[in-house]
């Protein structure tokens, strides 16, 4: 059996599911990871089921967004922790994530939209001000100071 890639799940009121490294194991280890959260609260599906209490937060490798453990707290979180253990199984990235469209309304998209966190923050700056200026593009660059903000 892999254990790494066992996803778990407690079916409470809302559910807990969880797989790979924890948070703890990841520091005790000293591995380079970043946090990325997603808060149920921002997904659309959630809100209009009125559950938007709940969190999704994936641990990954800040540069190339390698997947290294995944903890879903609320609704339909014992659904959704399947596709972070596929991903990990298979060396799926966040990238790779953030690229695969999600029906919408789904607390599945919550799952892209924590992807999506890892995809902006990795973005630099002032090269998207440059690729601005050279093409002509107007619009707004993300301001990335706060790394806890949603985007």
Known sequence: IDREHVPWS????PELAHVGATD???KESNTSYKTYRFPYDKIDRAI???STEGLIKVFAKKWNGKILGAT???KQAGDLIGEYALAMRNGVTLRNIADTI???PS???GVRRAADQWY?????TWMVKLIKWVFGYRGMVPDLSDEDRII
Not at 10 to 13: A, E, L, M, N, S
Not at 120 to 124: G, M
């Open 10 to 13: 407690t079916y409470t009121d």
């Open 24 to 26: 703890k194991e990841l």
């Open 48 to 50: 209009t089921d009125e």
């Open 72 to 74: 879903i707290y609320g």
């Open 102 to 104: 999600h029906p919408y």
């Open 107 to 109: 607390y599945g998209l």
């Open 120 to 124: 902006v923050q990795s973005q630099s």
